[in-house]
Structure formats: structure tokens, C-alpha cells
């Protein structure tokens, strides 16, 4: 069974105060490791996909890194705008009459003070 | 916006009672997932759907079923509803252009239910 576990719970950071977070990870054959941002009460926001230990992808402050064991999504020089939720997420490997549902960790809260 | 919407947003109903959530998934998206979000369990699979069939179910409830229209909208229908079943349910879709590839799946903003 796939697990996904995410570290810190919470996070505060002053603005500017740069960080990372972890996501680790078990899964029988990782077809895709996904980072998305929630906003409360808000549905989750797609940011990054990474396939393969090395990859890694940035956008704006955020910048996603992989492993075979686990990802890391830094957050270079925070604004409170970053405030969210960050869920890190695996994919089910295909077999028939599977799904490709995605299993979610807890996610991590952060809060970045002006 | 990620072009996946959901109805209604909110929703207040009674233990007992029967409700549906709708959803339209993004325009060329062929699968469509549910998922439960509570305080307590975080985001959990329910049921996917591709192209009108049923795929597979994760931890849904006999309480709970869903379908697929031909338009590609889908709906989860929740029956006699328990206090427990108050949560934002959300459903995400994904192109999945056969059946073996994988993509990113894009949520909707959910659908808050609470079972008074």
C-alpha cells in the first residue's frame, strides 16, 4: 500500500526566510509524485509533476526535487501570499481494473508573517 | 481556476437525508475522481470514473455511489446521510488518453457538506 508522509506539520517563516519541506515516500513503482497547494476551503492547486529520481522543476519561490525516497519542495524567499497548505501526493501504478487515484500526505501547513 | 466545477458549494442537510454533487470535469478531461476531505482523514479516494465507466472504488462507502454521464459530467450521490459524512468533497479529472498513461489530476473547488 502505498504511503506518503509529510514533514513539518506546520511551518512559520518570517517573509523572506527561506525553507523546504518534506514529502517521503512508499510506493511499489512510482509512476508520478505530485506537489499541490490548498488554500482553505479551497480545492487543492496543481504545481508540480516529477517522474524520475534527479528531476526536479521550479516556479516562481517554489522549487520541487525528487528522489528515490523522497521529494522536497523549497521555498526560496517567502511571501505571505505562500501561505497555504502544500500536499505532497504518489500515483497507483497501472493494472487493470485499478485506479490511478492519487494518495495524499497530510500535507504541510505554512505561514509566512509579513 | 482549473476549468473543473462543482455544484453546489455548499450544502446543509439533515441526518437521513439524500444528496447528489455534481461535477463537469475539464473539457477533453475523460476520467473523473471523487475524494473526501475531513479534519480527521485528510484527502481520501472514493470512487474514478473514465469515459462513462466505473474504474475502481477506494474507500467509499455503500452509502455512496456515482456515475458518469455521456456529456462526461459526473455525480456522487450520498444516502442516509450520518453526522460523520460532513466534509468538502472534492473531484479532480485527468485527459488519461489510454488507459495506461498517467497525468496530473486538476480539482474542482469542492462541494462543503454538512449533515445537521
Known amino acids: 500500500e502505498d504511503q506518503v508522509t509529510q514533514s513539518p506539520e506546520a511551518l512559520r517563516l518570517q517573509e523572506g526566510e527561506s525553507s523546504s519541506l518534506n514529502c517521503s515516500y512508499t510506493?511499489?513503482?512510482?509512476?508520478?509524485l505530485f506537489w499541490y497547494r490548498q488554500d482553505p476551503g479551497k480545492g487543492p492547486e496543481f504545481l508540480f509533476t516529477?517522474?524520475?529520481a534527479g528531476e526536479e522543476k521550479e516556479k516562481e519561490r517554489l522549487k520541487a526535487t525528487l528522489t528515490k525516497k523522497e521529494s522536497f519542495l523549497h521555498i526560496t524567499a517567502p511571501k505571505p501570499e505562500d501561505s497555504a497548505t502544500y500536499l505532497c501526493?504518489?500515483?497507483?501504478?497501472?493494472?487493470?481494473?485499478?485506479?490511478?487515484?492519487?494518495?495524499f500526505g497530510s500535507g504541510t501547513q505554512l505561514t509566512v508573517l509579513p | 481556476d482549473s476549468g473543473v466545477t462543482q455544484t453546489p458549494k455548499h450544502l446543509i442537510t439533515a441526518t437521513g437525508q439524500r444528496v447528489t454533487l455534481r461535477c463537469s470535469p475539464r473539457?477533453?478531461?475523460?476520467?473523473v475522481y471523487w475524494y473526501q476531505q475531513s479534519l480527521d482523514q485528510g484527502l481520501q479516494f472514493l470512487i474514478q470514473?473514465?469515459?462513462?465507466?466505473?474504474?475502481a472504488k477506494g474507500n467509499i462507502l455503500e452509502r455512496f455511489s456515482a456515475q458518469q454521464f455521456p456529456d462526461l459530467h459526473s455525480e456522487l450521490n450520498l444516502s442516509s446521510l450520518e453526522l460523520g459524512d460532513s466534509a468538502l468533497y472534492f473531484c479532480?479529472?485527468?485527459?488519461?488518453?489510454?488507459?495506461?498513461?498517467?497525468?496530473?489530476?486538476?480539482f474542482g473547488p469542492g462541494t462543503r457538506l454538512t449533515v445537521l
Open positions: 510506493v511499489s513503482g512510482l509512476r508520478g
Open positions: 479532480a479529472s485527468s485527459v488519461e488518453a489510454a488507459p495506461s498513461s498517467y497525468n496530473e489530476q486538476f
Open positions: 470514473y473514465y469515459n462513462g465507466e466505473e474504474r
Open positions: 516529477l517522474y524520475s
Open positions: 473539457s477533453g478531461d475523460l476520467s
Open positions: 501526493a504518489v500515483q497507483s501504478p497501472y493494472s487493470v481494473g485499478s485506479a490511478r487515484q492519487l494518495t
